[in-house]
């Protein structure tokens, strides 16, 4: 029979029409919500699939929603909008007050030595590391782990059963450290996250503040770290520039 509402991921949307449980030909609004991220995680291809079996864009109402605007979103809106119009929401605040932001100047190869002494801070009570490449999150949860440290990872090559397993450790205090992508950190909502450690800075400045505001949530206070190497620190100014001031760039403790 007929629904009104249908709210799917891509691959099981796909899954659905394969089966003839689902036809698409009679919907009259597309939703596209997190657009950036299906892009960095490679749905695009899924939803250019599930976009071709929908009406024409001239007879459907089609609505990106998204974070960040890039190139490429851009231009995938160009192909599936029809006379599209752009809203764009302002944050009251760039960055919350209640985050403590520092930067500590430090070379590439000891990142994880200053990493290491950062966890074993008796203030640290859970932290979510942040690195930019997937790869990069295999690696520093690997070496993590040899180090003896129980950690969660979080990353688009991670599958959807075992991020929410990991996503309910880490909510519960069974697991107190987290190693992310920006595409899995986005929607991280958990109380009591006491430090956000940007083993890499971001690439894209808006990235920071989401970093950032997964602690000193719900009134709590929280602190984030940010490591600024040779290889990236060229990034600091646009993201100053985001925030409307200088940070303070400090050598580690």
């Known amino acids: 029979a007929p629904v009104d509402l249908v709210v799917a991921t891509p691959g099981r949307l796909i899954d659905f029409m394969e089966r003839r449980d689902l036809a698409l030909d009679r919907v009259e609004i597309l939703v596209l919500d997190e657009a950036d991220r299906m892009l960095d995680m490679g749905f695009i291809p899924q939803v250019k699939r599930i976009v071709r079996t929908t009406p024409r864009k001239e007879d459907r109402q089609t609505l990106l929603f998204s974070a960040t605007f890039t190139q490429d979103v851009m231009n995938l809106a160009q192909q599936w909008t029809f006379e599209p119009v752009t809203v764009e929401i302002e944050p009251e605040r760039v960055a919350t007050a209640s985050v403590d932001q520092k930067v500590y100047l430090v070379e590439?190869?000891?990142?994880?030595?200053?990493?290491?002494?950062?966890?074993?801070?008796?203030?640290?009570?859970?932290?979510?590391?942040?690195?930019?490449?997937?790869?990069?999150?295999?690696?520093?949860?690997?070496?993590?782990s040899k180090a003896g440290v129980h950690c969660g990872m979080l990353s688009g090559e991670v599958t959807q059963a075992k991020r929410t397993r990991t996503l309910e450790q880490f909510k519960s205090?069974?697991?107190?450290?987290?190693?992310?992508t920006d595409v899995a950190g986005r929607g991280i909502h958990v109380e009591g996250i006491s430090h956000v450690v940007n083993y890499n800075l971001p690439e894209d400045p808006e990235d920071y503040v989401h970093r950032i505001g997964r602690?000193?949530?719900?009134?709590?206070?929280?602190?984030?770290?940010?490591?600024?190497?040779?290889?990236?620190?060229f990034l600091l100014p646009d993201i100053e520039a985001l925030l409307g001031h200088s940070l303070a760039c400090i050598s580690p403790p």
């Not at 205090?173 to 992310?180: E, H, P, S, Y």
């Not at 602690?215 to 990236?232: K, L, Y």
């Open 173 to 180: 205090g069974q697991c107190k450290v987290l190693v992310a």
């Open 215 to 233: 602690t000193g949530r719900a009134g709590a206070t929280g602190v984030s770290i940010s490591f600024a190497s040779e290889d990236d620190a």
């Open 108 to 144: 590439s190869r000891n990142r994880f030595s200053v990493l290491m002494d950062l966890l074993q801070d008796a203030e640290v009570e859970s932290v979510i590391i942040f690195a930019n490449r997937r790869d990069q999150v295999r690696r520093l949860h690997e070496k993590l």
